[in-house]
Nanobody, 124 residues
Framework: EVQLVESGGGLVQAGGSLRLSCAASGFTFDDYAISWFRQAPGKGREGVSC????????SYVDSVKGRFTISSDNAKNTVYLQMNSLKPEDTAVYYC?????????????????WGQGTQVTVSS
């Protein structure tokens, strides 16, 4: 059974940092692309960042480039999202998602597996 479990969310002041973790199980980590999505109240789900560790590729939405860094620890089957210089507009529920391909996409409908989400709140 595929499982994705996020952790690391919380409340932080603008300019602060958080590191999110996504612990994966039930599939061969190297065969999947894993993404972070976020959903703010009243808005649609937005792809934030993606990693395909087997091909060494990462991607980011423009609004987080230079502030967020995605990485993976294949030995631990865990993907991280380091978020620096946080802004109030980064406030959202953050989800990790996996797809059984090595190509990244920011389209949520292309992902078969989702975690339960973790809340990130950035105060001004």
């Amino acid at each position: 059974e595929v499982q994705l479990v996020e952790s690391g969310g919380g409340l932080v002041q603008a300019g602060g940092s958080l590191r999110l973790s996504c612990a994966a199980s039930g599939f061969t980590f190297d065969d999947y692309a894993i993404s972070w999505f976020r959903q703010a109240p009243g808005k649609g789900r937005e792809g934030v960042s993606c990693i395909s560790s087997s091909v060494g590729r990462t991607s980011y939405v423009d609004s987080v480039k230079g502030r967020f860094t995605i990485s993976s620890d294949n030995a631990k089957n865990t993907v991280y999202l380091q978020m620096n210089s946080l802004k109030p507009e980064d406030t959202a529920v953050y989800y990790c998602a996996a797809r059984p391909y090595t190509t990244c996409t920011h389209l949520s409908q292309r992902y078969a597996y989702w975690g339960q989400g973790t809340q990130v709140t950035v105060s001004s």
